[in-house]
């Protein structure tokens, strides 16, 4: 194999020539497909050939040029290199194998139908083409196949043309008015069944909303279909934008490498994005469903409307996008909750993605396969970078700087700085400095000291910024950090901010030096200070708090997200504290303000069920291992074990009487305050595992949606109660037809605490529900295991990591994308010991030489493997 070359941000160039129509017709088949592209090229240079890329598993059959076979070009593993041509017409016959195609890029079958993926460098499996997101057609589709098959013929745009043709066979010619990029062509067809419904936009025209699944599946399409309508009204409201084709279609699918895709008025979707009911689904997946549909149609606007130039652009469209799903479940379920939960998950991956040999700035530099840059960094670093804009601006400033991108952009492909100067023109607010993060890569560490003067109730906050090098970036400069604070009285209550004007808006404290001191006058004593509110910028705080300031923070801040997190920075500290005391074998202890601090939450004539329950949701061993430089992970788990156990001793009581209290809330109703309860009842019952397994039992067999079952389930694996098993059985016995259902049965079979639970997840891939083609299968049991269980994956033999690598080299050739996901564990070792380390350098040294490895893997394991030099 030769080495994969990098592509660098820096060298972008224009395209020589343009595409400005493709007219495609593609006669399917399974091993056989016909495509036919007729290209209007549009000559922008002279002097330069026409490149088109093409992978190198498509077959040329025919080229013309202006109807004429043509045959000066150069034919190589990345495509065409056509000579000697300007302005023309250019006609191209090739052929592809859609049923061999386990990469689950470009046309592929997923069961029995055909769908594409064409994002990010997908379209080049399924014809020649300029496949770049800065050249932009309209597209016009012939689809024809098999009648009897493939009822439904899509694609995108309007349907404008139909037939039938003798032998069986008919024929759809779709066409699409808005000039997109070849990444967001999409193709379907199959056989489904069909939800309708419409939408009334508000000026007043009539948009078909249709949602294709498989066939006996329609009863789970409505939470979709009722998420959409609301995604459509949402847009509207919020950001003034209006849906644009006559036609929005939604196809579920099985086989997917991602969660959905917003090709222009098709969207292909993971099943698992789509499909819902109360027996089936869980109120995570309902929300799931709700952001994921969002996210997709937000994308028309923020993607498909105004695109990226390049790929190292693509912050543009996901990071925006991503804010826009996060403030629609905020503006329609629980802000705060949302809020935490998405912290959480940026805390717990990004950060790590920061300190792993994969580093990059939410705008990468580097790229070798683009497939790998689909990060947490550019989703959700990039989202909070949208989040600073937002808060630096406000609302309104913020939507005239949407406003203003949309007047100068619409139909554009542009770039991350087109986006922050029509926000920076809108509001007439500098963001010069602010553009540093587009450009650095990093997680900020900002220190806080603070000085109180009782002789002239002066109090003083000292912040610092400092951004630790990473693998691919050492030198760092000083940000734009927005620091939203409250200063809390002794007893609690806020205390208004005086001084410091200039160097705030608010709350909101301005940090744009390396150190800054903030002075607050009229402060009549010492106070707490609640820091970052709402999580205002995506770093790592530290303040030496002591317990005392932490429990006021917990009982009495404003901001929801710095109560959790007050709670978050006690458990953290106590952690550390007994995982010193159980290496030491001393006796593991935590005080008792720290308990009663929830049995207060438990006992809150206020209770907010959905925070409650965020509260009593202890961070994973995965979100522990972060505050070790060197983690013993066997004492971090016991000691997360011991933490759940004595919780569940001294609250037993409060426990089990929040428990029956929370009676009649299982009834299929999706309300937020029952899924408020469900969430703190299923959080509940994990303590309760451990002091009475009867309820468990009992719990499991009286559930009437899957949200209680699969908590009652959860429990009894986690703490692995002797019912386990028989109630696992019971599980599968029902779902084992029900591939989605069976996901949930896998992640708990591979988050298993047993000490067999290696040999488990071995058996179960020769399950007749499980299929390593199938992405979901894959990620709930071998990923669950790899991701979800770091004690039995981190395992001193290796046998965890010879597991992986095994997976890792079969799905290195039938789906390199899914192979590049799970390898994550393997490349973030930075917190392991030694032996681990030296362990995963053996595997990832072998894994490296394979000499069929794909560009996705060896992207990952090269970066990897120089970290060890
Ligand atoms: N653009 C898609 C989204 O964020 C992401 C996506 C879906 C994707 N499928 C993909 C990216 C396949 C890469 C490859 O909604
Ligand atoms: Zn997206």
Redo the contacts with the bound molecule.
């Keep these: 194999m030769s080495t994969p070359v990098a592509k660098y941000r820096q060298d972008y160039v224009a395209p020589a020539f343009t595409t400005s129509h493709i007219e495609l017709d593609v006669v399917l088949d399974d091993h056989q497909t016909k495509v036919t592209a007729v290209l209007d090229i549009k000559q922008l240079r002279v002097g330069e050939p026409l490149h088109l890329d093409g992978d190198k598993s498509l077959k040329l059959v025919e080229l013309l040029v202006d109807g004429t076979p043509y045959t000066d070009y150069n034919r190589d593993d990345e495509g065409l290199t056509i000579n000697g041509i300007g302005s023309c017409q250019l006609t191209i016959i090739n052929e592809i194998d859609p049923k061999n195609n386990t990469a689950l890029?470009g046309l592929y079958k997923s069961g029995n139908a055909f769908c594409t993926?064409c994002?990010?460098e997908?379209f080049r499996r399924i014809t020649f083409y300029q496949d770049r997101p800065d050249v932009l057609a309209t597209y016009t589709t012939r689809v024809e196949a098999d009648k009897a098959g493939y009822p439904f013929l899509l694609s995108n745009g309007n349907k404008i043309e139909s037939g039938e043709l003798d032998s069986g066979r008919h024929w759809v010619r779709w066409q699409d008015p808005f000039p997109k990029p070849s990444y967001l062509f999409a193709l379907v067809a199959g056989d489904f069944d069909k939800l309708t419904d419409s939408f009334k936009t508000r000026s007043g025209r009539d948009v078909a909303l249709e949602i294709f699944v498989d066939k006996g599946h329609l009863n789970r399409a409505h939470h979709a279909m009722a998420s959409l309508k609301k995604a459509m009204a949402w847009d509207e409201s919020r950001f003034s934008l209006e849906y644009d084709l006559d036609i929005y279609m939604v196809v579920a699918v099985d086989f997917?490498?991602?969660?959905?895709?917003?090709n222009k008025g098709l969207n292909v979707f993971n099943s698992k994005y789509v499909l819902a009911s109360p027996d089936t689904a869980t109120d995570t997946d309902y929300m799931g469903i709700e952001s994921v549909i969002g996210?997709?149609y937000f994308?028309n606007w923020t993607?498909d409307r105004v695109t990226c130039r390049d790929w190292f652009q693509l912050s543009l469209k996901?990071g925006l996008?991503v804010f826009r799903d996060q403030e629609f479940s905020s503006d329609l379920n629980s802000r705060g909750v949302e809020r935490i939960n998405n912290v959480r998950i940026l805390r717990s991956h990004q950060f790590a993605e920061d300190e792993g040999p994969m580093a990059h700035p939410i705008r990468p530099e580097k790229v070798i396969e683009m497939?790998n840059f689909?990060t947490l960094t550019v989703?959700e670093k990039g989202a909070e970078v949208i989040r600073m804009m937002h808060t630096l601006l406000g609302e309104e400033k913020f939507q005239a700087g949407m406003a203003l991108y949309f007047e100068r952009h619409d139909g554009q492909a542009v770039t991350c700085d087109d986006f922050v100067q029509a926000m920076e023109d809108a509001s007439g607010i500098d963001l010069g400095l602010f553009r540093r993060w587009y450009s650095q890569s990093g997680t900020p560490q900002l220190t806080v000291k603070d000085h109180y003067d009782p002789s002239t109730q002066c109090y003083e906050l000292t912040l610092t910024q400092m951004t630790p090098s990473t693998a691919d970036q050492s030198e760092k400069l000083p940000l734009h950090i927005p620091v939203d604070i409250e200063l809390l009285s002794a007893d609690g209550t806020p205390i208004t901010l005086k001084g410091a004007e200039s160097q705030r808006n608010n709350s909101v404290l301005n940090l744009t030096d390396v150190k800054q001191t903030f002075v607050f006058e009229s402060v009549a004593s010492k106070p707490t200070p609640c820091i970052l509110q709402q999580f205002s910028a995506p770093v790592k705080l530290f303040y030496d708090y002591s317990d005392e300031q932490l429990l006021l923070i917990i009982q009495k801040a404003t901001d929801e997200f710095c109560r959790w997190d007050a709670l978050q920075q006690l458990i953290h500290k106590y952690v550390r504290l007994n995982v010193t005391a159980y290496q030491c074998q001393e006796k593991l202890t935590v005080p008792e303000a720290f308990v009663d601090v929830l049995r207060a939450a438990l006992l809150d004539p206020e209770l907010d069920p959905a925070f409650t329950a965020l509260l009593f949701n202890l961070p994973s061993t995965r979100e522990l291992i972060e505050l070790f430089d060197c983690a013993d992970i066997d004492a971090i788990e016991a000691v997360r074990f011991w933490l759940q156990t004595y919780i569940a001793e001294q609250l037993e009581d409060e426990v089990s009487a929040l428990i029956t209290k929370a009676t009649g809330i299982d009834k299929n109703e999706l309300e937020s305050e029952q899924i408020g309860w469900r969430s703190l009842k299923a959080q509940l019952l994990k303590y309760a595992a451990f002091r009475n397994e009867a309820l468990i039992k009992r719990e499991y067999n009286q559930a009437q949606t899957m949200t209680m079952t699969l908590a009652a389930l959860t429990s009894a694996n986690q703490a692995q109660l002797a019912c386990r098993d028989e109630l696992m059985r019971d599980f599968e016995q029902k779902w084992q037809h029900d591939g989605l259902v069976m996901d949930k049965w896998f992640t708990l079979q591979g988050t298993y605490p047993g000490n067999d639970v290696l040999e488990r997840v071995k058996t179960l891939m020769n399950h007749p529900s499980f299929s390593l083609s199938n992405p979901n299968r894959t990620r709930s049991l071998i990923g669950s295991f790899c991701e979800g269980n770091p004690v039995a994956f981190h395992r001193e033999d290796g046998s965890g990591y010879e597991f992986l690598s095994d997976i890792l080299r079969q799905l290195n050739e039938s789906n390199p994308?899914v192979a590049a996901r799970l390898v994550t564990p393997l490349i973030q070792f930075g917190r392991l010991t030694k032996n681990h380390q030296s362990k995963i350098k053996e595997v990832l040294t072998s894994l490296a030489d394979m000499d069929n490895i794909s560009r996705d893997l060896y992207e990952k394991i090269d970066k990897a493997l120089g970290q060890f030099a």
């Design positions: 890029e993926q994002e990010a997908g997917f490498n991602m969660g959905a895709m917003e996210h997709e994308h993607g996901e996008t497939n689909y989703y994308q």
